[in-house]
């Protein structure tokens, strides 16, 4: 079962078997990225013969910064604060932030998951990393991988909830741009 | 007639299999050491095989027929970027190897796109040195006949594979066509995908067989292997060479991996017990790879005699 509630994706020509492909594809690569879950909608549309190669997807809801309190627990203790993290992955992030907002003569790490704060304000709402940034850089690279290698000609147009990704081999021309959107609509109103 | 073997055991009293090997008058043609475990590629007289059967039972290691042993494929895709590496081309290139046969993996330059694709002089001559290629395409039917232009002028056999069915008559520059093998984003590990692995080298295998059947219309004066083993011999310097097959074999005669204009006289020098040298019945040429030595032995009907 697909994760996306809709992903429709269509080929001219007789490319049954290239269409049934892309979806594998696209699909092992968006999960390899760690991308799937935050793609709602996923439209593909591929024309072999001009040639050129489009995705327009809609995103989930927006991916709130992570926080220290999403990677550790906070707790007031004596002088300041302790954090207990519990994911790793955010460590040098992490202590980047807490040494530019307190100084680094006022981090303590005694043990690898834990850091104590001398300090009065609680580091819980400090943003450790803009995950959002760096899900659309994910989700570019993700579109060029997917997209047949010779297509280099690209344009990709990112908002704040969707994405319109297009790689042709000729330049792309304002009439091709238009044309795909209105397939892409045509896709999305079947 | 000599049989394509594969030993695989450990490195404890291997020289025992070699010693044989040599004896029965046979050739190692690749010795590969993994920390504890070697593989040896072998050539040996068939009517032998149970003696070295045997020796490879006392020592616990495992003997299979390598087809491909003794032959250089070129396995071929449009570039050596993400979209086409490393899950087809490698698992087509390692697949090959396990079948004996030496693969070199080949990226084109140009070779991406549907009208863009293309081919240089180079690359093709460098195809032409192996003794077959595997062309690596995509999953669109429309791409695979158009990029036809990219194996169109390569004298070898090219084995094409790629996702869709397509039939034999549509691709007319192709030895053979293998389905099923496209644009893929994992390892080959499904029953299925394995048996399109199979596939390849069965098709790389009749592709060889049919060089093979023109070549003994027309024999060669003296067997690749024992060119090998003479510039083995009389060329020290080649085990010297940086690469991990110094001497790589083809149907048609040998790469030697020294430099061309140091080493080219001494190759040409040497000597077989006959009273030949190499230089008198093959032709000794710069190979397009790096800056190697190409053996071609020539046929019986340009020398004159076979030995």
Known sequence: MDPMEVFKIEVTGQEEFGAKKYRELIMDILQGLGLIRSIGRLYVYVDILKPYFAVYGLLRSGIPPLTVKDVGDVMKVQGGYQIKIND???????????????????????????????????????????????????????????????????RNIMTKDSFFFIAAEESLTPEMVSEIKGKIREMENA | MLEPVMFTGGLYKHDLVVELVEDLGG???????????????????????????????????????????GTEVAVVTPTLAIHHLPHSACDIAEYLRRHGSKTNMLGLARGVGREIA???EYETALIN???????????????????????????????????????????PYAFEYVSSIGR??????????????????????????????????????TSPPRVMDSVREQVPDVEFSYSPLPIALNLTGVRVKLPYDAY????????????????????????????????RILSASETGFVF
């Open chain 2, 129 to 171: 040195e192996h003794d077959a290629a595997v062309f690596i395409f995509g999953n669109f039917q429309e791409c695979i006949k158009k990029k036809e232009s990219l194996y169109r002028n390569i004298s070898v056999p090219v084995v094409v594979t790629g996702g869709p069915e397509i039939e034999a008559k549509d691709l």
């Open chain 2, 264 to 295: 080219k006289d001494a190759v040409k020098a040497v000597t077989f017990d006959e009273g030949v040298s190499l230089g008198e019945i093959a032709t000794i040429k710069p190979s397009r790879m790096k800056d190697y030595i190409l053996v």
């Open chain 2, 27 to 69: 050739y190692v043609l690749q010795k590969n050491v993994t920390q504890t475990e070697i593989i040896l590629l072998i050539l040996v007289p068939t009517e032998d095989m149970a003696i070295l059967q045997a020796m490879a039972k006392e020592l616990r290691g495992e003997l299979v027929r390598a087809p491909l042993a």
């Open chain 1, 88 to 154: 790793e992955e955010h460590m040098a992030d992490l202590l980047r932030v807490l040494g530019e907002r307190y100084g680094r003569e006022r981090i303590e790490q005694p043990a690898r998951d834990i850091v104590i704060i001398a300090s009065d304000t609680s580091p819980s709402e400090l943003m450790v990393a803009n995950l959002e940034a760096e899900f659309l850089q994910d989700l570019t690279d993700a579109l060029v991988r997917v997209a047949p290698e010779g297509f280099r000609n690209r």
């Open chain 2, 118 to 120: 293309q081919i240089n």
């Open chain 2, 184 to 221: 893929v984003a994992h390892r080959a590990r499904k029953a299925t995908e394995i048996g399109s692995l199979d596939r390849i080298v069965e098709s790389v295998g009749r592709a060889l067989d049919k060089t093979r059947s023109s070549i003994a219309k027309d024999p060669l004066t």
